[in-house]
């Protein structure tokens, strides 16, 4: 009974290393090494079954779409470099300037933007943070308004393409990678849509949570206008074009638009006068150090991953769902629930590498009747786990993004203005989760009118 009981034993002490701060990615790849020895000694293991581990990581390695990861990650580092963000703040800040919460709506916009020219979230919530954050409080905003709209607006980049959480997904779940960013955009922009009606909303309501610009700001000549908005707002959309345009329209593959917009980042950087050796040195490391980081956490995942399954982990999930008589949609609440529960202990990449391996198989045979086609299940599963993991970037104790703030933040902002700032971006998060759960065509109208 141990001996069928190891694959439990496996997680509990997955689970409790975790917490031992130590680096994820070799306490997994240690916990696999671990019970593949205590599999040894029980017989339900070879020692040959080590040299998969090699074969699996090289799978990833020269995988042609898992190369748009560390493009997509330099790109982002290069359009930081570039001083593009400021520029598109100023652009949209402008075009906003009368409207109730013009500030907070300017961010939410700009994070949607951003999201889709690089789905990089710590670089987002880091520029966010110090190009906007200081602007709004010296305006007079609520500072939990602030940071609240900050952080949630830079995790955008988890759900709306290029996002290279999709990317990962869909090397896990083995779905296309065109589909799946299709699926992913409406509910990004749905979501983008909750966050700018609570903030007119809240604005329209509570005047004194975001303070109107003083008249003075109105009187700008029409030149200065034009300018400021080509400047800001062009570069970022023919990088959006060029990226996702060629995804969707299938005149390149994800990785090939990944080193389009790879290049668009370096032009833009060297156009603004921002590229040079240091910049270019600066960039490359930063983004090796990203790129070293997710993958050793892949590496350590998958070899988790393979010696949790022979050890017969998914037999014991599958009797474990079977025995609850859950049904379709127990399941599917039950495994969302819990990717929200874990969101609020571990990192949005180790929820991932470590759920969607185990749950993904289970979820994607489920039969949900009219609700979705058979075949669309394992989409709309990826597109509900990408939404329920951006709330991992802002639940404490963990939420990622929360730290970024604070590290990066002025002395004066406190983790509890942080902490009450995200609580109704979480519940908005939710509120999509929902809504895509009840409408599938929200993720599946956009493929089937694109790819069937």
Excluded at 407 to 421: E, H
Aim: some cysteine.
């Amino acid at each position: 009974m141990l001996v069928d009981l190891l694959p439990l034993f496996m997680f509990l002490t997955l689970i409790a290393l975790m917490f031992t701060g130590y680096p994820i990615g070799f306490i997994l790849g240690g916990v696999a090494i671990l019970f593949g020895a205590i599999g040894i000694a029980a017989d339900v293991f070879s020692f040959a079954e080590f040299f998969i581990f090699v074969p699996r990581t090289w799978i990833i390695a020269e995988n042609l779409q898992i190369i748009a990861v560390p493009l997509f990650v330099f790109m982002g580092v290069m359009l930081e470099r570039s001083r593009i963000a400021q520029d598109l703040l100023e652009a949209l800040q402008l075009m906003l300037r009368r409207v109730p919460g013009g500030m907070a709506l300017a961010v939410t916009l700009m994070g949607v933007i951003f999201a889709a020219v690089t789905g990089v979230v710590g670089a987002s919530v880091i520029m966010l943070t110090l190009i906007a954050l200081p602007t709004m409080l010296t305006a007079g905003y609520r500072p939990s308004l602030a940071l609240g709209t900050i952080a949630a607006s830079s995790t955008l980049g988890i759900l709306i393409p290029p996002s290279i959480l999709l990317v990962f997904l869909s090397e896990l779940l083995q779905i296309s990678i065109g589909p799946l960013f299709a699926g992913a955009i409406y509910p990004g922009l749905l979501l983008s849509l909750l966050y700018l009606l609570y903030i007119l909303t809240l604005t329209i309501i509570v005047p004194q949570a975001a303070p109107a610009l003083p008249a003075a700001n109105d009187r700008i000549p029409t030149i200065q206008v034009v300018r400021v908005l080509l400047r800001g707002i062009l570069p970022p959309a023919i990088l959006i074009a060029i990226i996702m345009g060629s995804v969707l329209g299938g005149l390149a593959t994800i990785t090939e638009s990944a080193a389009f917009g790879a290049g668009g980042a370096l032009l833009l950087a060297w156009l603004r006068g921002n590229l040079d050796r240091a910049a270019l040195r600066d960039s490359l490391n930063r983004s090796a150090m990203t790129v070293g980081m997710i993958f050793v956490l892949y590496i350590g995942a998958t070899s988790f991953a393979y010696v949790f399954r022979v050890l017969g982990g998914e037999e014991i999930i599958h009797l474990l769902f079977e025995s609850t008589d859950l049904g379709s949609w127990g399941v599917l609440l039950m495994v969302i629930a819990l990717i929200f529960l874990m969101g609020f202990f571990f990192d949005v990449l180790e929820i991932m590498l470590i759920a969607v391996p185990i749950f993904g198989p289970i979820v994607s045979v489920l039969d949900f009747g009219p609700h979705i086609a058979q075949e669309d299940v394992v989409y709309w599963f990826a597109i509900l786990v990408a939404i329920t993991l951006q709330t991992s970037f802002l639940t404490p104790p963990m939420g990622l993004s929360l730290f970024y703030i604070k590290g990066v933040a002025p002395s004066s902002v406190s983790m509890g203005q942080i902490y009450r700032g995200i609580i109704p971006f979480v519940l908005l998060q939710l509120t999509c989760v929902g809504l895509v759960l009840l409408w599938p065509q929200i993720v599946m109208s956009l493929p089937h009118s694109l790819f069937d």
